[in-house]
């Protein structure tokens, strides 16, 4: 009790459906695949929020709908922001993906 009092763990009544590991093609909820479309912050499936402050970190969210592996993420990102570099959209792609994972974005 004391540990989830300091909040070192947290305690649920229920197991989101979230992915053990990032899977070939990444799939986000799609609530904060639609949240993200609109605004600048999305509900994980552990019903907190994550700040979308930069605007490649949203398209990237609204992209991950389970139909591209990183390939597929790679060339619709390079055609939604064709001013970036293609080394810069691919080094990215790995960072978000767990930045999205530990955050509970992602589904099992």
Same mark, same amino acid.
């Given at each position: 009790m004391?540990?989830?009092?300091?909040?070192?763990?947290?305690l649920r009544a229920w197991r989101a459906p979230l992915a053990a590991e990032i899977s070939i093609?990444?799939?986000a909820s799609a609530s904060s695949r639609q949240e993200a479309r609109t605004r600048e912050h999305a509900t994980? @499936?552990?019903h907190t929020t994550l700040r979308l402050d930069d605007a490649m970190v949203r398209s990237?969210?609204?992209? @991950?709908?389970?139909?591209?592996?990183?390939?597929g993420?790679?060339?619709?990102?390079?055609a939604e922001f064709p001013a970036l570099p293609v080394e810069q959209l691919e080094q990215g792609i790995e960072p978000n993906l767990q930045l999205l994972h530990r955050a509970?974005?992602?589904e099992a």
């Amino acid at each position: 009790m004391r540990l989830a009092v300091s909040d070192m763990i947290e305690l649920r009544a229920w197991r989101a459906p979230l992915a053990a590991e990032i899977s070939i093609r990444p799939r986000a909820s799609a609530s904060s695949r639609q949240e993200a479309r609109t605004r600048e912050h999305a509900t994980t @499936l552990l019903h907190t929020t994550l700040r979308l402050d930069d605007a490649m970190v949203r398209s990237f969210l609204r992209l @991950l709908d389970g139909t591209r592996d990183r390939v597929g993420l790679l060339d619709t990102l390079k055609a939604e922001f064709p001013a970036l570099p293609v080394e810069q959209l691919e080094q990215g792609i790995e960072p978000n993906l767990q930045l999205l994972h530990r955050a509970g974005m992602l589904e099992a």
